[in-house]
């Protein structure tokens, strides 16, 4: 069983930045894809950034591309998700997920089996 534990979110104004950390415990960090989603008031969830287990590929939805950036460190057990240039439409609640061995379809929610409990950005304009 792993369990993840984000943090780093509060308030800031546009055109500010943020970093978010996810520490990971109870299992093999390196063998996990590490996944950020995150879901606004009335809206679905929606993947943000992805890191594979194999390779070290990461991955971006468009609106995030060139702003944000996801890293790891397996020593720490730890992946993080830095935001710059934040607009108000990233405002939401972010999710770190995992899942081992795996990470083909990254970008659906339904791939991890992983869940921390979240945690607020909120960007004023």
């Known amino acids: 069983q792993v369990q993840l534990v984000e943090s780093g979110g509060g308030l800031v104004q546009a055109g500010g930045s943020l970093r978010l950390s996810c520490a990971a415990s109870?299992?093999?960090?390196?063998?996990?894809?590490m996944g950020w989603f995150r879901q606004a008031p009335g809206k679905e969830r929606e993947f943000v950034a992805a890191?594979?287990?194999?390779?070290?590929?990461?991955y971006y939805t468009d609106s995030v591309k060139g702003r944000f950036t996801i890293s790891r460190d397996n020593a720490k057990n730890t992946v993080y998700l830095q935001m710059n240039s934040l607009k108000p439409g990233d405002t939401a609640v972010y999710y770190c997920?995992?899942?081992?061995?795996?990470?083909?379809?990254?970008?659906?929610?339904?791939?991890?089996?992983?869940w921390g409990q979240g945690t607020q950005v909120t960007v004023s304009s």
């Open positions: 997920a995992a899942v081992r061995y795996s990470g083909t379809n990254y970008w659906r929610p339904s791939e991890y089996h992983y």
């Open positions: 109870g299992g093999a960090f390196s063998s996990y894809t």
């Open positions: 890191s594979t287990w194999s390779g070290g590929r990461t």
